[in-house]
């Protein structure tokens, strides 16, 4: 008994260590003191994320699915990061932004916004990314909740103007940039974020174990 | 006019290709980023009044100019400080770097690789110190810190454009010299022409004027410009007759923007001869502080939260993975704005929204170690060279003449657009684009230069900019708002002064700061409400 207890022991303050390591503090020198986004960095909010989606995306930046464009110097700045870290590091990482509290988000409003149209719009998000805009693992597709306002709109740009899914072997990445490229306009990229944020935050969900 | 203009031109053509040679009040903006073109006036030093007896804490956040500052005149009236640096390292955007130093720029970590000599060094950030900066000038003198002179502007340089003299260098001293020629021979005839100015102007003033063009240029008698020795002899000129170097035509001249920018430079308060830098290195002005202080700055302290409360602050900071939180009086916060806005923290809201606002000063500077200091066989001693690819510049150091080897800044680049691009490489494609742009400038540079560091200050860990950019609309509306206390809670930096990137204003925001915690320590005392 006292053998196992000791094992436990041994194995949490690992894991622990893990998701302690001071290099894993840099993710919040950018994404927020508690992984909450940051408006001025242009660094979304990772705490509503799942693991398979944040690693999904480091394997993005590291693909040049991300961050390539000429002009993407936010994407780029990401990049240049993802392309230090070996995947061990990568796990490091994950798991630090897992034991981050939920931070209370401010609420910023966009009052030119059309909500209702922007429901309409989102009728075609729902298939992949939930009626609640939960996600979808099986598609790979993110939860949206919960989500600053400024980076949906920033990504559904990114998307329409090929920084984001104009790689051929970024399948779900290409499939996110043919619905984007449906928005026809700013307007209606504003109008559908303004719907997602209207819907209630969900909690980190969907956490798989690998 | 004279046979000096080769290809004809009116003199409306003449006045207008004037209006560009003098119309580089937006190009010299540009330059300005590292602070703006108004000169401060003289400050006085605060001075704090001793606390004698009384408890009162500070928590500064920060161990640059500003933090240090402050924390050097709150203990030598008795206050309590602690230091929080987010870093491994002290003194923020004053950074000399040496050999074995880290550079911790996010997804580009690197070891500078300069050889270990006293004379090998690069001001990464901060490099120089006009004489009206009397606030950074006042600590020099005080702590001791050994001054030399400084020179932006040296005529031995150089100045290159692809568009003009097909690509090739030309000594700014030639390039200057046949551009004031020109001037003064276009003010001279023009005042003789009589129809000159509006405003009374009799036969005497005239003369004086005449005498003036005509000194400015170094026009014959004839009021014509045919070359000056100012431009430097092509041969000759000690023990044999010079003989003067043959104008470049105009046009030609005009086909390089140096007329209306970089030639200007120094002209700018900031930046004009003569300025100062500390003998090896900016950072000797860090160390002068720390000498100073008792209170150690605490490294690797990372703030996580910021409270305000109602008789203080509390802060709340990540050291090696674990939480601590701590209380004060006080809170002099020296954290960039734009990472303060990602802080968890009660703040008033409005403060806080300004905070998003404000832009990420995009600069990249490259420091390159030359193995012979072969500027020097090109009469060159301190100084810029000015090129219209993404460098900019290249600076020669101003110490240390006739050492074996030398650092130049390879480049300089305050525009975004271009320190985006160099952010965008890795460290060794940013050494390759230096070394191959500045070969355009200096024929043999690649086999002279052995190794370098590079620095994409928005990318630099817990800064990720140089300089607030404050949009005009808003420095209007939100610049007090900010500078003003919220609380107990005092932001501070260059990011809170119109001198933005420039050590004067990080001391001048301190002061400013320290002056309000004075008036509100006065108030207590007599029992009033602060």
Known sequence: ?210 | MSNYFKAPLTRRQCLSLLAKAGSSSAVLGAAGIFGLTNTPVNASPVTLKPLQGKNRKVLILGAGISGLTAAYELERAGYHCTILEASHRIGGRVLTLRRGDFIDELGSPQICPFDDAPNLYFNAGAARIPAHHTGILHYCRTLGVELQLFSNHNKNCYTQDDAAFNGQPVRIREYEADMRGFIGELLAKSATSGAVLDQPFDEQDLDKFIQFAQAYGDLDSSLTYRGTDRAGYAAGGVTTAGILKQPRPLPELLRSDFCAGAMHFAEIADQAPALMTPSGGMDSIVKAFLRQLTTPVQLHCQVSNIQLQPQGVAITYLKQGESYTEQADYCLNCIPAQLVSGIENNLPADYVTIMRQLGRGKLTKIGLQAKQRFWEQEDIYSGISWTKQDITQIWYPHHDAFKAKGILLGAYSWEPQISDRFAAMTHQQRLATAIAQGTKVHANYAQHIENGVSVCWQRMNHMLGCGAVWPEELQKTGFQLLQAPAGNHYLMGDQLSMHPGWQEGAVRSAWHALADIERREALRSTGAQA
């Open chain 1, 1 to 210: 008994m006292n053998k196992i207890w000791l094992v436990f022991m041994l194995l949490s303050s690992a894991v622990l260590a893990d998701s302690k390591q001071p290099d894993a503090q840099y993710c919040l020198v950018c994404h927020g003191s508690a992984a909450q986004g940051n408006a001025a960095i242009k660094a979304p909010n990772l705490t509503i994320l799942p693991d398979w989606y944040l690693r999904q995306q480091f394997i993005a930046f590291r693909n040049n699915w991300r961050g390539s464009a000429t002009n993407d110097a936010h994407g780029k700045e990401m990049q240049a990061v993802a392309n230090t870290m070996n995947d061990a590091e990568i796990e490091q990482a994950i798991a630090f932004i897992r034991r981050q509290a939920p931070v209370k988000l401010p609420i910023s409003v966009n009052t030119t916004a059309n909500v209702q149209h922007g429901q309409q719009l989102y009728q075609q998000c729902q298939a992949c990314h939930g009626a609640q805009g939960e996600g979808n693992a099986q598609l790979h597709a993110p939860p949206l909740a919960g989500q600053h306002n400024w980076y949906l709109v920033q990504q559904l740009s990114a998307f329409k103007n090929g920084w984001r899914g104009n790689q051929n072997d970024d399948s779900y990445g290409q499939i996110m940039r043919q619905f984007a490229q449906s928005l026809p306009d700013e307007q209606a990229i504003a109008d559908v974020v303004a719907y997602i944020d209207s819907l209630p935050s969900t909690q980190p969900l969907l956490r798989t174990s690998r």
